[in-house]
């Protein structure tokens, strides 16, 4: 059988850094994802032409018990420092396992490139976090590339007691030069400043661009936002589903130096634009089960600015 005839690997399953196990999404037109099962991680996705879409630290650790530093960090049961648990939770530094047996759910039958992680309580966890829950998270590389994640958390506890957490999938989007980003889908709205004591502000102004440090959780946004790399004529779509807020941040110079996982310079070429539920945390009672979803595409910025608003995509040509 030639090379063209091979069949195509869509799941594989491999060894990462440091001989993590890894699983490898990829589809017809040569798209490809990247999961670690340390975190439920997804830590790569490329284009059809190979281009990385996700920013991945050049000094990512691949060493448990800390956080990979890039990719799609999964902030559960508590975003950021809002809570009691270590900042973002403890799910992205948890080994999570194939699930071979997912409970059905409605899904495009033409994926053929998935892979479902589950992650349940540890005895360990529960000493911090006293709940039993069960959270799948499906991964899927679609035939035209888009990357989507499903969490799926269901409370499993036995003493009849509801909980309640916050979640965001991290996502670290590469950009070639920050300052030449926009972030369109987010004016006007309301948003709680992480750099001023989460104050509430009202954003002016039409699209968010970037010339300092910026850690922001904007509220009731809507289910599509667009990140649009000039430079490289790129935008991301982000499409969201049971995430009604959305953090952004980049941590500009200084931080970035403070950060021992973060190369000094790569501040300019990383943002991360979180579909997020923070505001008004999720509370579910035994039994009950919460879905959140969040749909990644990268797409000519021409195009889909033009989807956005028009009237800015002939401006900009
Ligand atoms: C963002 C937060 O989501 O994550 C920031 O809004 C935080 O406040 C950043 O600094 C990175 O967090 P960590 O724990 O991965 O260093």
Redesign the pocket.
Known sequence: MSTAQKELVYVEHCKGVNGLDKVVLREVRGCSAEVYLYGGHVTSWKNEHGEELLFLSSKANFNPPK?I?GGI?I?FPQ??NLGPLE??GFARNRFWSIDNDPPPFPINSSNKAFIDLILKHSEEDVKVWPHRYEYRLRITLGPGGDLMLTSRIRNMNTDGKPFSFTF?Y?TYFAVTDISEVRVEGLETLDYLD?LKNRERFTEQGDAITFESEI?RIYLSTPTKIAILDHERKRTFVLRKDGLPDA?V?N?WDKKAKA?PDFGDDEYKHML?V?AACIEKPITLKPGEEWKGRQELSAVPSSYCSGQLDPKRALQSG
């Open positions: 956080a530093r960090p902030c975003f950021s900042s973002h965001a991290h992480n850690d953090v941040w941590p950060m991360c979180e």
